[in-house]
């Protein structure tokens, strides 16, 4: 089935750093949405991309869809402690009955 | 806006008994819902999603099943829990073509 590949799996970075991660697919997708799941919860949206090209910012999280509509990334700047967690990505075609394909995750720590 | 309600947070069954989790969805009508586990700190896998009341796609072919009674109603439910079941339960609620909202979820520990 459709799979998108994120990258990178994992980071550890010190606080104030910038962070960047991005997800790849071998399809086009519509629409990209990038979330983030805090330890224990459900994931949350973060920002959601329509338009092919699209730069998003949300807060010191930015996003972009890309061109070819395969991919898109996420990046977030400065980072503070509670941006621990894990980010996932995930595309979504114009049917709102077919299932998100997501990512599998950036679990991302953040090292005071 | 719409909320989507799950419980317990937590549960503990032993090998061999029944499970039966609820997601109710507050704040919309007719919407997707989706059932997803988690094992731990991995990817979201999708077991089961519904696009109205009796209407259930199976992703992937186990021991749960779910079922739909009521548009805002979803439950997810097993005859006999396995060891492989234990994971984290979320369900999720997605209206037209906007992204999910994420119920808290359920860790379930089958011992």
């Known amino acids: 089935g459709q799979q998108l590949n994120q990258s990178p799996q994992s980071m550890f970075i010190q606080e104030g750093e910038d962070v960047s991660m991005n997800c790849t697919s071998s399809s086009i997708f519509n629409t990209w949405l990038w979330y983030k799941q805090d330890p224990g919860e459900g994931p949350v949206l973060l920002i959601a991309?329509?338009?092919?090209?699209e730069l998003t910012s949300n807060g010191r999280l930015t996003a972009q869809f890309g061109i070819t509509r395969k991919d898109s990334f996420l990046n977030i700047s400065a980072s503070i402690p509670s941006d621990v967690g894990i980010y996932f990505c995930?595309?979504?075609?114009?049917?709102?009955?077919?299932?998100?394909?997501f990512g599998k995750g950036t679990r991302l720590s953040v090292i005071a | 806006s719409q909320t989507i309600h799950q419980w317990p947070a937590t549960l503990v069954q032993p090998v061999g008994s029944p499970l039966s989790l609820e997601c109710t969805v507050e704040?919309?009508?007719?919407?997707?819902l989706y059932w997803y586990r988690q094992a731990a700190g991995r990817g979201l896998q999708l077991l089961f999603y519904?696009?109205?009341?009796?209407?259930i796609s199976s992703e992937v072919p186990q021991n749960l099943s779910a079922s739909r009674p009521q548009d805002r109603q979803f439950i997810l439910s097993s005859k006999k829990l396995l060891l492989s079941d234990s994971g984290f339960y979320l369900c999720a609620g997605r209206q037209g073509n906007y992204g999910y909202t994420f119920g808290s979820g359920t860790r379930l520990t089958v011992v």
């Open positions: 704040g919309t009508s007719n919407p997707n």
């Open positions: 519904s696009v109205g009341i009796g209407q």
């Open positions: 995930a595309g979504s075609r114009n049917s709102g009955n077919t299932p998100l394909v």
């Open positions: 991309l329509y338009k092919a090209g």
